[in-house]
């Protein structure tokens, strides 16, 4: 693919007013969020679920692109189409997670690093001939004591670099998610100290790699409050110190940035979104949602596994979808949520 059909895909993908639907989860990842609503994590349960988000009636309307897990991008709807052709044919760009997860990293304990990059060229190849058009590889940063280490962090900048140019060469536009751990009780400044760290190592790796910016996605964590910090930012705040991180670590010529949920509530990854698409506007790239668990999990709890819960599941995600996707422009309010799904 020529460089201007990269950049054609990665617009699309931040295409005003809609974001992405990540639902690549590992099956081991599925098993988790499928053990609260008590389904079985079984290959034909995590088909249905996975059809299930992609019949969703106008899904497009708010929702460019989904990405696929190996298993899903070879899987079919019951009607026996191809979930990457049916996807073609609603208008949602298919993806797929390339990465194969985050492993320890040796000598730095509590710290991960992503791998995945052998073979990488010919999965790429393969992911492309069944109709992949963007791929993901999500690198895991945690904040701890004495933790990230620079070491981790440049493992992890240079692997996604390496990754996103061989996506390019591939004719796939990457998905970059660099994603700072919200688990842990620091602060917000503490976490706008790594994401800027992080960012910052990311971005020389890109450059240096020679990675088309127009070409690829940022997918960053938001600034924000470790999970067990007892001074939780407001969304004001959240909204600022995200901003400014990305302003002071982004290229300007970067297609889009779509944000990860990483653990928020559903309701705070909108707000936070709304937040920021409202409070600056003309920022040089588009910012947007690419959400798994704050798109996925009132779906999830509304399906339970029953078929006769289908349609009341589908219209949760529209909702949520619709919600995001107001967000993406600055026109989300609280009263919407108590809008019948
Ligand atoms: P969450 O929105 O649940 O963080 O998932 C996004 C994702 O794709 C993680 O890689």
Redesign the pocket.
């Known amino acids: 693919m020529t460089s201007q059909g990269l950049q054609a895909t990665a617009k699309a993908m931040v295409a005003k007013g809609k974001g992405i639907l990540?639902m690549?989860?590992s099956n081991p990842t599925c098993g988790r969020r499928f053990k609260k609503p008590g389904i079985e994590n079984t290959i034909e349960n995590r088909r249905a679920w996975r059809e299930l988000l992609l019949t969703t009636p106008r899904l497009a309307d708010y929702i460019s692109g989904a990405?696929l897990y190996d298993e899903t991008i070879r899987q079919a709807t019951s009607d026996g189409i191809p979930f990457p052709q049916y996807m073609g044919q609603c208008g949602i760009i298919p993806g797929i997670?390339v990465d194969t997860g985050a492993k320890d990293l040796t000598g730095f304990p509590g710290e991960k690093v992503t791998e995945g990059l052998d073979g990488l060229r010919e999965r790429l190849a393969e992911y492309k001939g069944m109709g992949a058009r963007f791929a993901?590889w999500?690198a895991v940063i945690t904040i701890g004591k004495g933790i990230p280490t620079r070491a981790c962090i440049h493992a992890n900048a240079h692997a996604l670099a390496r990754y996103a140019a061989l996506c390019q060469e591939a004719g796939i536009v990457p998905i970059v998610?660099p994603?700072v751990l919200i688990d842990g009780d620091h602060t917000i400044d503490r976490c706008y100290e790594v994401s800027s760290d992080t960012l910052r190592a990311v971005f020389a790796e890109i450059e240096e790699q020679r990675v088309l910016l127009e070409g690829m996605v940022l997918?960053p964590?938001m600034v924000i409050s470790g999970l067990d910090c007892p001074q939780q930012a407001r969304v004001k705040e959240v909204a600022e110190k995200t901003v400014e991180c990305l302003l002071k670590n982004l290229p300007e010529n970067l297609a889009g940035v779509a944000?990860?949920?990483?653990?928020?509530s559903n309701e705070l990854?909108t707000a936070h979104l709304n937040a920021m698409n409202t409070m600056y506007r003309g920022l040089p790239w588009p910012l947007t949602?690419?959400?798994?668990?704050?798109?996925?999990q009132p779906a999830l709890e509304g399906w339970r596994g029953e078929k006769a819960n289908v349609t009341a599941a589908q219209k949760r995600l529209y909702h949520r979808a619709k919600l995001n996707g107001a967000a993406s422009l600055g026109q989300y309010s609280e009263a919407m949520e108590r809008e019948a799904p």
């Open positions: 990540a690549d989860e990405i997670k993901k999500r998610e994603e997918k964590s944000f990860l949920s990483g653990g928020q990854a949602f690419s959400y798994a668990r704050a798109l996925q």
